[in-house]
Nanobody, 123 residues
């Protein structure tokens, strides 16, 4: 079992920055690929970023150039640094984990999920 707890969400003005954290615990967590997804009201969940335990990472097109994903294996924590935030980034952001080093963008391919943290970007 893997447990994930997100933090760092909040209200920020457009153009601002936030750093989300996902604290992970459980068996072999350092062998899991970690992902960030988000879901806005009345929209489907969408992939934002993912990072494998080898350090390989992938960002969605909307995140490229603005967001950075990183992980600290010693702290079992994954970060999502979000800069130049836009109102359309407003959503609940979820951390997810899947065993293995392959990066996947489909939420169905992740086995464990956190409760989510709200990010609201005002104009």
């Amino acid at each position: 079992q893997v447990q994930l707890v997100e933090s760092g969400g909040g209200l920020v003005q457009a153009g601002g920055s936030l750093r989300l954290s996902c604290a992970a615990s459980g068996r072999a967590i350092n062998l899991h690929t970690m992902g960030w997804f988000r879901q806005a009201p009345r929209k489907e969940r969408e992939f934002v970023a993912a990072i494998s335990w080898t350090g390989d990472n992938r960002l969605s097109d909307s995140a490229k150039g603005r967001f950075t994903i990183s992980r600290d294996n010693a702290k079992n924590t994954v970060y999502l640094q979000m800069n130049s935030l836009k109102p359309e980034d407003t959503a609940v952001y979820f951390c997810a984990a899947r065993y293995g080093s392959s990066i996947r963008i489909g939420g169905d391919e992740y086995d464990y999920w956190g409760q989510g943290t709200q990010v609201t970007v005002s104009t």
